[in-house]
Nanobody
């Protein structure tokens, strides 16, 4: 499956952004989807994930209550709505896919096989 992320940009702290990740090539509804982020010189960090049919989600604690992951299987797209952004959210965000029906907390521990290119999010203070 090929993944194309978009929606990054420069915003002020407290504002919102919505990232999108469009998939092609395989049956999108068979894949769990996730967002990760990675700052220069730091390890890649899990941000959020959603199960193949969209009934289950998982978030890293630092974004709970601010970020929402969702998907539209008819459009083969996963979204990350990011509200109340803070400067610490500044980094490159990546979407990823894994062919699995895993749910709940397992979603953050999957080995995601497919990755999109990153999209830069910059939050100014």
């Amino acid at each position: 499956v090929q993944l194309q992320a978009s929606g990054g940009g420069l915003v002020q702290a407290g504002r919102s952004l919505r990232l999108s990740c469009a998939a092609s090539g395989r049956t999108f509804s068979n894949y769990a989807m996730a967002w990760f982020r990675q700052a220069p010189g730091k390890d890649r960090e899990f941000v959020a994930a959603i199960s193949d049919k969209g009934r289950s989600t998982s978030y890293v604690d630092s974004v709970k209550g601010r970020f929402t992951i969702s998907r539209d299987n008819a459009k083969s797209t996963v979204y990350l709505q990011m509200n109340s952004l803070i400067p610490e959210d500044t980094t490159v965000y990546y979407c990823a896919a894994d062919n699995t029906n895993a749910k709940g907390s397992l979603l953050r521990y999957l080995v995601y096989d497919y990755w999109g290119q990153g999209t830069q999010v910059t939050v100014s203070s």
